[in-house]
């Protein structure tokens, strides 16, 4: 057998098997439940999970394989994927306070089948604004995923009749549903829905893009016809408002301060004029009198209303602010997880073989951040190293340092790629194997589950206020939007360098963009380290909650 086949099937295995082992491991909480209503929400989750791997991870090589250049095509991905990270925030504020998690879920579908659609009926190039239509509705469809989690969660916890129920066991138990349908799902499109598939079928872009369309429609209308089965609790204030209520109150505060000065310079201004003309208006200067202490009631009334509330906004967001340097620094990680889905997938043209799917390497990516957070626990519980290993700062740290790792791989990879380039005849491939692209994305996976976790469980150690504290997963997309937005502005930035970046990955120069990516992680790297040892307190945290490892085990997965 090819051995082309052999690893492909193996990786494969390995993300089955994986699953299988954390159910074994941890059975008392992996417990598996079934019932039939659980089917109406684990179809969505499999067809989420085929189509994100078979279209949406890989949008740069669509780009690239209709004509468009390197920059356009990296610029349009990171578009979508920082729409997507934003929009978060917006449908968990949708799901809990205003139309609910089946209605909000039912829209982010219905978006996601219209994004799809697009690309499937026309050819977006010729109509620019229909890129960004396309764009908007596709980030608008894969940022439901979290929604969609939280109905599965809800409908186990429902189901799950037994003694020693309780939300995390819960949670634990939905995730069991999740994995395997994220696994399966992962299977099929590498397997028959990717245009390289491993299972003989190769099908075109456009014939992806519908069997996604179809598979996607039909769970949807399954999920709505078990809509009776779900039941959500009451719709509840989410923490996002909090920065609109404060932005509010400081607005009134500076109309209030202009206000009572408009009312003091005309009450002078009333003053003086009769002062100088001689003639008495004691009923005009009452009225004047009347009219500012009437404004200034109103003012104080506004006060009163908001002060119920404004203070205990005021000490959450105090504590947000806390967060600022730590997801600053964290800004560098999002560009190299940015440059991961664009420029390292780049990387695999002209490599030998050149008819693999190339969704293989995000499952590689995947595997990685879905294994590495169990392997440190493992070397954390080594007596001489646990005191320091199972702080959440020093996890972020390691995970720092394997982005400066998978940059180098990358940056030494594009080297010898382009030599072997050079010296080839048009249309050939290198001597250079597909397996040297690996060890970039195995550390670019390492790096985002270990950074990813620790800063969600350092985020848990520093707010303490529900319920904002278990919304840290939302806050953090947020920080991964601005981390693309920055890889858009420095690649818009170095284009003026022509001799950086051409029309393809092999007229450009993107070594010497992987070069500067290690300059500004290495930099990166000792600036997170003076903060996290002088402006964090210096206390132990270990890891406690085993929803967060639920919840990236299904981002992974």
Same mark, same amino acid.
């Given at each position: 057998?090819? #051995? /082309?086949?052999?690893?492909?099937?193996?990786?494969?295995?390995?993300?089955?098997?994986?699953?299988?082992?954390?159910?074994?491991?941890?059975?008392?909480?992996?417990?598996?439940?079934?019932?039939?209503?659980?089917?109406?929400? *684990?179809?969505?989750?499999?067809?989420?999970?085929?189509?994100?791997?078979?279209?949406?991870?890989?949008?740069?090589?669509?780009?690239?394989?209709?004509?468009?250049?390197?920059?356009?095509?990296?610029?349009?991905?990171?578009?979508?994927? +920082?729409?997507?990270?934003?929009?978060?925030?917006?449908? !968990?504020?949708?799901?809990?306070?205003?139309?609910?998690?089946?209605?909000?879920?039912?829209?982010?579908?219905? !978006?996601?089948?219209?994004?799809?659609?697009?690309?499937?009926?026309?050819? #977006?190039?010729?109509? @620019?604004? /229909?890129?960004?239509?396309?764009?908007?509705?596709?980030?608008?469809?894969?940022?439901?995923?979290?929604?969609?989690?939280?109905?599965?969660?809800?409908?186990?916890?429902?189901?799950?009749?037994? %003694?020693?129920?309780?939300?995390?066991?819960?949670?634990?138990?939905?995730?069991?549903?999740?994995?395997?349908?994220?696994?399966?799902?992962?299977?099929?499109?590498?397997?028959?829905?990717?245009?390289?598939?491993?299972?003989?079928?190769?099908?075109?872009?456009?014939?992806?893009?519908?069997?996604?369309?179809?598979?996607?429609?039909?769970?949807?209308?399954?999920?709505?016809?078990?809509?009776?089965?779900?039941?959500?609790?009451?719709?509840?204030?989410?923490?996002?408002?909090?920065?609109?209520?404060?932005?509010?109150?400081?607005?009134?505060? /500076?109309?209030?301060?202009?206000?009572?000065?408009?009312?003091?310079?005309?009450?002078?201004?009333?003053? +003086? &004029?009769?002062?100088?003309?001689?003639?008495?208006?004691?009923?005009?200067?009452?009225?004047?009198?009347?009219?500012?202490?009437?404004?200034?009631?109103?003012?104080?009334?506004?006060?009163? %209303?908001?002060?119920?509330?404004?203070?205990?906004?005021?000490? *959450?967001?105090?504590?947000?602010?806390?967060?600022?340097?730590?997801?600053?620094?964290?800004?560098?990680?999002?560009?190299?997880?940015?440059?991961?889905?664009?420029?390292?997938?780049?990387?695999?043209?002209?490599?030998?073989?050149? $008819?693999?799917?190339?969704?293989?390497?995000?499952?590689?990516?995947?595997?990685? +951040?879905? &294994?590495?957070?169990?392997?440190?626990?493992?070397?954390?519980?080594?007596?001489?190293?646990?005191?320091?290993?199972?702080?959440? @700062?020093?996890?972020?740290?390691?995970?720092?340092?394997?982005?400066?790792?998978?940059?180098?791989?990358?940056?030494?990879?594009? *080297?010898?790629? &382009? $030599?072997?380039?050079?010296?080839?005849?048009?249309? =050939?491939?290198?001597?250079?194997?597909?397996?040297?692209? *690996?060890?970039?994305?195995?550390?670019?996976?390492?790096?985002?589950?270990?950074?990813?976790?620790?800063?969600?469980?350092?985020?848990?150690?520093?707010?303490?206020? %529900?319920?904002?504290?278990?919304?840290? %997963?939302?806050?953090? =997309?947020?920080?991964?939007?601005?981390?693309?937005?920055?890889?858009?502005?420095?690649?818009?930035?170095?284009?003026?360098?022509?001799?950086?970046?051409?029309?393809?990955?092999?007229?450009?120069?993107?070594?010497?963009?992987?070069?500067?990516?290690?300059?500004?992680?290495?930099?990166?790297?000792?600036?997170?380290?003076?903060?996290?040892?002088?402006?964090?307190?210096?206390? =132990?945290?270990?890891?406690?909650?085993?929803?967060?490892?639920?919840?990236?085990?299904?981002?992974?997965?």
């Amino acid at each position: 057998m090819d #051995p /082309l086949f052999i690893i492909s099937y193996s990786s494969l295995g390995l993300l089955a098997v994986s699953t299988l082992v954390l159910i074994f491991c941890r059975k008392d909480y992996y417990y598996f439940i079934y019932n039939h209503r659980v089917l109406h929400v *684990v179809g969505m989750v499999f067809s989420a999970s085929m189509t994100s791997y078979a279209i949406t991870t890989v949008l740069i090589w669509y780009f690239t394989d209709n004509g468009i250049d390197l920059v356009t095509s990296a610029v349009l991905m990171n578009i979508q994927s +920082s729409l997507s990270s934003f929009s978060v925030i917006l449908m !968990a504020h949708a799901a809990h306070s205003f139309v609910g998690r089946f209605r909000t879920l039912l829209f982010s579908t219905t !978006a996601y089948i219209g994004g799809l659609m697009l690309f499937w009926m026309f050819n #977006p190039y010729d109509v @620019k604004w /229909l890129v960004v239509v396309a764009l908007v509705l596709l980030a608008l469809g894969t940022s439901g995923a979290n929604v969609l989690r939280d109905v599965l969660i809800d409908l186990v916890h429902d189901i799950d009749k037994s %003694e020693d129920r309780t939300k995390t066991r819960s949670i634990a138990r939905a995730t069991i549903w999740l994995r395997i349908a994220g696994v399966l799902g992962v299977i099929s499109a590498i397997l028959w829905v990717a245009t390289d598939a491993l299972g003989g079928v190769r099908p075109s872009w456009r014939s992806s893009f519908m069997i996604c369309i179809i598979t996607i429609t039909t769970v949807l209308m399954i999920f709505c016809k078990g809509h009776n089965v779900y039941h959500q609790d009451a719709l509840t204030e989410r923490p996002v408002e909090i920065f609109f209520r404060v932005f509010r109150a400081r607005i009134q505060k /500076l109309l209030k301060v202009d206000n009572s000065r408009c009312s003091t310079n005309t009450l002078g201004q009333d003053r +003086s &004029l009769q002062q100088n003309l001689g003639i008495e208006m004691t009923t005009n200067e009452g009225i004047a009198q009347e009219r500012s202490v009437l404004r200034l009631n109103m003012i104080g009334l506004e006060d009163r %209303e908001s002060s119920s509330y404004k203070q205990e906004d005021m000490v *959450v967001i105090k504590r947000l602010l806390r967060m600022f340097p730590m997801w600053g620094v964290f800004m560098v990680v999002c560009v190299i997880s940015a440059t991961g889905n664009t420029f390292f997938l780049q990387q695999y043209s002209y490599l030998n073989p050149d $008819k693999i799917p190339i969704q293989i390497y995000n499952l590689v990516q995947d595997s990685s +951040s879905f &294994l590495i957070p169990f392997l440190y626990r493992a070397i954390c519980d080594i007596r001489w190293i646990s005191s320091v290993g199972k702080n959440e @700062k020093v996890k972020i740290g390691v995970g720092m340092i394997f982005a400066i790792i998978s940059c180098v791989s990358a940056w030494q990879l594009e *080297v010898h790629r &382009l $030599k072997a380039v050079k010296t080839l005849p048009e249309d =050939e491939n290198t001597s250079i194997s597909f397996l040297w692209l *690996v060890p970039q994305f195995c550390m670019l996976g390492c790096m985002e589950g270990l950074t990813g976790e620790g800063l969600l469980n350092f985020y848990k150690s520093q707010i303490k206020d %529900e319920p904002i504290r278990s919304y840290g %997963e939302e806050y953090i =997309e947020i920080v991964h939007g601005f981390g693309k937005l920055l890889n858009i502005f420095l690649i818009l930035l170095l284009k003026s360098q022509r001799e950086w970046f051409g029309d393809t990955i092999n007229e450009s120069r993107v070594d010497k963009y992987y070069r500067l990516l290690i300059y500004a992680c290495s930099t990166n790297f000792i600036i997170y380290c003076c903060t996290a040892k002088f402006f964090y307190k210096d206390t =132990e945290q270990h890891q406690n909650s085993d929803s967060h490892d639920l919840q990236h085990d299904y981002r992974s997965g």
